[in-house]
């Protein structure tokens, strides 16, 4: 494959790398401004940091976009420099590049009924305004970067020059965000290291659990296996571990979300709205570390998300075309599809793909997968195509029906088939695999999904399975088992979907 030059990062550190945040913001500040007593709204909303001049949407479409990120800025929400105690805390080494480790579009309808959270892996390769093809996570500190050394040649002071280069920087990430989403950002919430340790400290720790003991000493990583209750510097150990992780960066983010689906489930408990002293300290918390930007009315939004449950919170993560990419020049990327990254999320919210003529459902029913069982027919080259597919909508929780190559009639176009058009089944189906279209075939019992691959597929495989034939293909009629020839693997989706609404964390690796 050929790329351009990537644009550089921002300097890097010198010591670890930087900690990767995951944090609750939109529970958070619902909470604390929902629970506050209303006579400290306005002391509230005055200490809050603001961002201006960020070009952003007005929620025309129905809902509220937010762009919800993580940086590894050692200041806090309103510039001022850390502590060296706070610095040790966070096990934060002394040069960072302004690099945003954590990126989360969030959706929430103007009812306020649900909320869904989607992760960019911090490592997708984009096409970032003024500077090409880059890491998504470098946006916002090379355009900064690069604003910054622009305006001091021009004779800006410092302070000019830095209030000028961050808005330049966040300008790129949230054009960069909407270019590979297809969403219009409508507002922006900022994150630093302080943050996340003052609201999982605020919340006294979140509940988290792992498979295996794991003892990793790059990001200090050091916890047994089951269940366990993190804050502090354990928590952000706990998020930004990535290495002896089975699919590295997936795992991470798979991580990160089942955190920030334990900590909205802990701010919306009884116990935190029934306690002064834990809103005291959220807002505390919030006023220090987060970065809103300026036309955002959060008052009106907490009233919207003031009915807003746990379990309406889900967390999904965007399909990558390989997780081990790299460059012409050596550099390890994330391959993302913009089109394809369009239609998932389109899929995921309810819209048509903005740059598709792909005829996918407009709504992605709420269906129990472990009911479904789906046929996977490859009708493509691609060697090994039907295994991967099916063993990556396992992974999201759907049995797992007749696998194997097809022998119908000529196929174009990737399809979900089943008995009815209205087969909600077929719809989910269609949506977690990247928005695909439906379509009746009356041969299929009633309750029976099929998809049916050709060689326009770019949705989720697993990398496991891909390329290979397992005892489970078929030479059912119809289906012949696959072929391994001529195919690169992609990774696994990070697994079923996450909510805040589960009784207890979800173990992870």
Same mark, same amino acid.
């Given at each position: 494959?050929?790329?351009?030059q +990537?644009?550089?990062?921002? +300097? ?32 509230l909303?005055? *200490?809050?940091?603001?961002?201006? !001049? ?31 105690e ?21 959706r =929430? ?13 911090r ?29 001091v040649?021009?004779?800006?002071s410092? %302070?000019?020059?830095?209030e ?5 920087? $966040? ?14 950002v ?5 994150v ?11 919340v ?26 993190? %804050? ?9 571990? $990535? ?11 798979v ?7 334990s ?16 809103? *005291?300290?959220?807002? !505390?918390?919030?006023?220090r570390?987060? =970065? ?18 746990g ?24 391959e ?5 990254v %369009?239609?998932? =999320? ?37 060697? !090994? ?7 990556a909508?396992?992974?999201?929780g ?7 190559n ?36 009356a ?30 293909e ?5 289906l ?8 690169? +693997?992609t ?19």
């Open positions: 494959m050929s790329h351009e +990537p644009a550089p990062d921002a +300097p890097p550190s010198t010591a670890r790398r930087p900690i990767h945040i995951a944090v609750a913001v939109l529970s958070v500040l619902a909470l604390v401004v929902t629970g506050f007593a209303w006579r400290s709204i306005d002391s909303r005055n *200490n809050l940091a603001t961002a201006g !001049g960020l070009g952003l949407g007005g929620s025309a479409d129905g809902a509220v976009d937010i762009l919800m990120v993580g940086t590894d800025s050692r200041t806090d929400a309103h510039g001022n420099p850390l502590s060296q706070e610095l040790d805390s966070l096990r934060a080494g002394e040069e960072v590049a302004s690099n945003t480790d954590t990126i989360v579009l969030i =929430v309808p103007n009812d306020g009924s649900s909320a869904t959270a989607i992760s960019i892996p490592d997708s390769y984009v096409d970032v305004p003024g500077i090409g093809m880059s890491k998504i996570n470098a946006a916002y500190g090379a355009t900064k970067e690069t604003e910054r050394l622009k305006l040649e021009d004779g800006a410092d %302070k000019e020059a830095e000028e280069s961050t808005k330049a920087g $966040r300008e790129a990430l949230i054009q960069s965000v909407a270019d590979l989403t297809g969403i219009t409508d507002h922006y919430a900022e630093g290291l302080l943050g996340f340790v003052l609201l999982t400290n605020a006294g720790g979140v509940d988290v659990c792992l498979n295996e003991p794991v003892d990793e000493d790059m990001s200090g990583a050091h916890f047994p296996a089951g269940e366990q209750t993190l %804050k502090g510097a354990d928590a952000l150990s706990f998020v930004r571990q $990535r290495h002896d992780l089975p699919r590295g960066d997936l795992d991470r983010i991580r990160q979300q089942v955190f920030m689906a900590l909205v489930g802990k701010v919306l408990s009884a116990k935190t709205l029934s306690d002064p002293g834990k809103l *005291n300290e959220l807002s !505390g918390a919030v006023q570390s987060v =970065v809103l930007d300026d036309d955002w009315d959060i008052i009106e939004f907490a009233t919207q998300l003031q009915d807003l449950a379990g309406k919170v889900q967390f999904e993560t965007i399909p990558v075309a390989d997780l081990n990419g790299t460059t012409d020049y050596g550099e390890s990327i994330v993302v599809k913009p089109k394809d %369009k239609r998932y =999320v389109a899929g995921l919210v309810g819209e048509e793909p903005t740059d598709s003529e792909d005829t996918t459902t407009s709504e992605t029913p709420k269906i129990d997968a472990s009911t479904v069982t789906v046929d996977v027919a490859n009708a493509s080259d691609v060697g !090994g195509l039907a295994n991967g597919v099916a063993d909508l396992t992974s999201l759907y049995g797992q029906g007749e696998v194997g097809y022998t119908g009639a000529s196929v174009s176009e990737t399809t979900v088939f089943a008995h009815s058009a209205d087969d909600d089944s077929a719809k989910a189906v269609a949506a977690a695999l990247g928005g695909l279209p439906t379509d009746t075939d041969t299929l019992p009633e309750g029976s999904v099929r998809v049916v691959l050709s060689s326009d597929y770019q949705g989720p495989t697993s990398a496991e399975t891909t390329g290979t034939t397992t005892s489970s078929s030479s059912e009629t119809g012949e088992p696959a072929s391994t020839a001529g195919t690169t +693997p990774p696994a989706p990070p697994g079923p979907p996450i909510d805040a609404g589960s009784s207890g964390p979800r173990c992870v690796n």
